[in-house]
Every structure is written in C-alpha cells, then in structure tokens.
C-alpha cells in the first residue's frame, strides 16, 4: 500500500448546465492481483462527519466500484456498456438510480498517473446527467 497525494476532477452535465469538484487529498493506492484501490477520506459539513471512500478499479478497464461509508453511504458500480441500479445516499436519505458506464481509462505507471471515468445516470430510466470522475496520483509520499 502506498501513500500518495490524490486529486480528484468529477464533473457533471445537466442539460446544457456543467458543474465542477476538485479535490485534492492524502490517500492510499493498493495495487492488487487485478484491481487497484484507493482510499480517502471525505470531509463533511458539521455536525456531519468524514466519509470514508474506496475506489476500486478492475485493470481490465471494464469496472469500477466507488463506494462511500460514513455519516452519507453510497455504492455506485460503473461498468462499460452496461446499466447497474445502484444505491445513493444523501443527507436526505437515499437514491436508488441506474449507473450507465461509458468509459474507464488508466494510465498508471506505479507511481504517477490517471484513472478516468465517464457515466451516465438515469432516474426512473430517464438521463438525468452524464459524469466524470479523473482521479490523478500527483505523487508519492
């Protein structure tokens, strides 16, 4: 396991409407027989406290499971070509929505590099959004 300082890109597009959260955290990378992890933690606004986040991302390029524990718990399953229901926590209680992949990318040498994802989500089987997660290791520590 290996510690690095992590950014994170995610976007969002809503119709003609973008939006953008950046990030950049201390976290862990594992690289394992078939899949990378990473894990951070999230802070919250009080009285809310942190999330933990683990990202786990299939060196096939064909997965990628994103879950969230903590005070707001979620799992979202993004998979190329194929639509997952997945659960959504808010604040305000959960979401059930279907997680349509449509790219995962790695560029990952070890040390410094890139993961990319690309989805969309739909409510009700209608496209609300289209997202992007990049995921960049700026470096080791």
Known sequence: MQKVLLEIVGTQRIDNQSDKMELTT???IEDKESA?????KEA???PLSDVDVCVTINKNEGH????RSGAI???LI???????????????GGILMGIYGKEI????????????????IDING???SRNGVKMNILKSM
């Open 26 to 28: 201390i976290a862990t």
């Open 36 to 40: 990378y992890v990473i894990k951070y």
């Open 44 to 46: 919250q606004e009080p």
């Open 64 to 67: 990628v499971e994103m879950t």
């Open 73 to 75: 718990s979620s799992c």
């Open 78 to 92: 993004i998979e190329k070509a194929q639509r997952h229901l997945c659960q959504y926590g808010t604040e305000y």
């Open 105 to 120: 990318d790695i560029n990952y040498n070890g040390e410094l590099g890139s993961f990319n994802f690309v989805y969309d």
């Open 126 to 128: 209608s496209v609300v």
